[in-house]
T-cell receptor, first 113, second 110 residues
Framework: GENVEQHPSTLSVQEGDSAVIKCTYS??????FPWYKQELGKRPQLIID?????GEKKDQRIAVTLNKTAKHFSLHITETQPEDSAVYFC????????????FGTGTQLKVEL | DVKVTQSSRYLVKRTGEKVFLECVQD?????MFWYRQDPGLGLRLIYF???????EKGDIPEGYSVSREKKERFSLILESASTNQTSMYLC?????????FGQGTRLTVV
């Protein structure tokens, strides 16, 4: 089955700096890669996703890149703000099969003032 | 707005008890999932269901079972709760792409 590795497990940045979280996946058949943000005490929520036919996707301050050959994908947050502090999870799945998501182990991002 | 509701936010149960965690979604999604969330381990899939009365094992099904008698409801059952099942349990539903999560149930087994 699919295996997703995520790094780093914790990340501390100064407000205004950029943050990058990286994930690798094992199953070359996976074609959907979402990122979820979980604030303290709240449910995970989708913030951005990318499909395997696209190399990069951007939404305001967040972007995701995908390298299918290397089976890597990354989340980039620019101009970080305190409200970006949360746990971020990457995931991978094969759409069409009910979208069973396999998650990474999470990154605790702390944005310091 | 999609709503995925879990019946309890916090539960405390005794070792050996049979425990039911309930999840209801209001968007007619075909797919429903139960995940377990532990620090440093991320979200691990316990069971999922693509349709009524249909279930498939996830990555860590041991000690758990599920029931889906109606499309909107997916129940997770701990047949005989053990202390190593103390965890946060998250239900999710999906129309096929994006997954929507419930608020989670923090289960403590004593």
């Amino acid at each position: 089955g699919e295996n997703v590795e995520q790094h780093p497990s914790t990340l501390s940045v100064q407000e205004g700096d950029s943050a990058v979280i990286k994930c690798t996946y094992s199953d070359s058949a996976s074609n959907y890669f979402p990122w979820y943000k979980q604030e303290l005490g709240k449910r995970p929520q989708l913030i951005i996703d990318i499909r395997s036919n696209v190399g990069e996707k951007k939404d305001q301050r967040i972007a995701v890149t995908l390298n299918k050959t290397a089976k890597h994908f990354s989340l980039h947050i620019t101009e970080t703000q305190p409200e970006d502090s949360a746990v971020y999870f990457c995931a991978a799945s094969l759409t069409g099969g009910g979208n069973k998501l396999t998650f990474g182990t999470g990154t605790q991002l702390k944005v310091e003032l | 707005d999609v709503k995925v509701t879990q019946s309890s936010r916090y539960l405390v149960k005794r070792t050996g008890e049979k425990v039911f965690l309930e999840c209801v979604q209001d968007m007619d999604h075909e797919n429903m999932f139960w995940y377990r969330q532990d620090p440093g381990l991320g979200l691990r899939l316990i069971y999922f269901s693509y349709d009524v009365k249909m279930k498939e094992k996830g990555d860590i099904p041991e000690g758990y079972s599920v029931s889906r008698e109606k499309k909107e409801r997916f129940s997770l059952i701990l047949e005989s709760a053990s202390t190593n099942q103390t965890s946060m349990y998250l239900c999710a539903s999906s129309p096929g792409i994006e997954a929507f999560f419930g608020q989670g149930t923090r289960l403590t087994v004593v």
